[in-house]
């Protein structure tokens, strides 16, 4: 594929925009993705967003669809903020740019005063350092032990909790349950076979929209773990100097 293709970089906010660049970006997230992904989760995530519109910027070549990016509005405490998420180019496509075009288009439209956060893995973290992001922390799996862990990892709150997990056993696909260890609620989402990873603290109440994890062998995150590929957590905002906690369960992987 050549560079002298005809690239056009359109950016919308989720409430104002219509049903053909939606229908765009879901089609392009299934063909790339072989998933599974529809008009509930987008709705779920996108337009009934308790923080407000979220970024989508999708790139056309010659007026064919062939990139897409998300910039999930998902605030941190008080303050606005976005991740970058749900990103997906055409193979045939690949290799000219489009990935930087459409994260830079974002960026400049994003107020300066928020803040933009991501949890790339070992092969995107990379590209995000390239493109002058920060690296805040790192981590990886490491098998759980309810003595100790516990006190490192992050509650949930109640609102963000109804939003994320309430109605959404359709929206998870199976992927997301919940397990009671140690005198502990959490919310846990599953890898593979009965391999399970803490992702965060829950109230009892918030059990009752999950299902049970039964007989799982449990993982947790930690800047001590020794197990699986690297969780980076990296930053793009215009005060470095912001020193914010970025819970795990804020994470667009769990949708």
């Not at 594929?1 to 053909?20: E, F, G, H």
């Not at 299934?30 to 989508?56: L, T």
């Not at 910039?71 to 970058?84: I, V």
């Not at 690296?135 to 992050?154: A, H």
Request: hydrophobic share 35%; glycine share 6%.
């Amino acid at each position: 594929m050549k560079n002298d293709q005809d690239i056009s970089i359109q950016l919308y906010y989720t409430n104002d925009i219509n049903s053909a660049k939606i229908n765009d970006f879901i089609n392009l997230h299934n063909k790339v993705f072989q998933s599974n992904f529809n008009e509930q989760q987008y709705k779920k995530k996108y337009i009934n967003n308790i923080y407000g519109p979220s970024i989508i910027v999708l790139s056309y070549v010659n007026n064919k669809c062939a990139g897409a990016r998300a910039f999930w509005r998902n605030d941190l405490e008080n303050l606005k903020a976005y991740q970058p998420c749900d990103t997906a180019v055409l193979d045939t496509y690949r290799g000219l740019g489009i990935f930087t075009k459409m994260t830079f288009r974002a960026l400049e439209e994003i107020d300066k005063g928020a803040f933009v956060y991501n949890f790339p893995n070992d092969n995107s973290y990379p590209g995000y350092l390239k493109m002058g992001w920060k690296l805040k922390d790192k981590k990886r799996y490491k098998l759980y032990n309810p003595l100790t862990d516990n006190k490192t990892i992050d509650k949930l709150p109640n609102k963000y909790a109804r939003w994320l997990i309430e109605g959404s056993k359709e929206v998870f696909n199976d992927s997301v349950y919940y397990l009671y260890t140690g005198g502990h609620y959490y919310l846990v989402k599953k890898k593979k076979f009965n391999l399970f990873v803490i992702i965060a603290e829950i109230e009892k109440e918030v059990t009752t929209f999950l299902k049970k994890a039964y007989f799982p062998i449990i993982l947790c995150y930690s800047t001590k773990g020794y197990l699986g590929r690297g969780l980076y957590t990296v930053i793009k905002n215009t005060n470095s100097e912001i020193s914010i906690n970025i819970p795990l369960y804020k994470i667009d992987t769990i949708f």
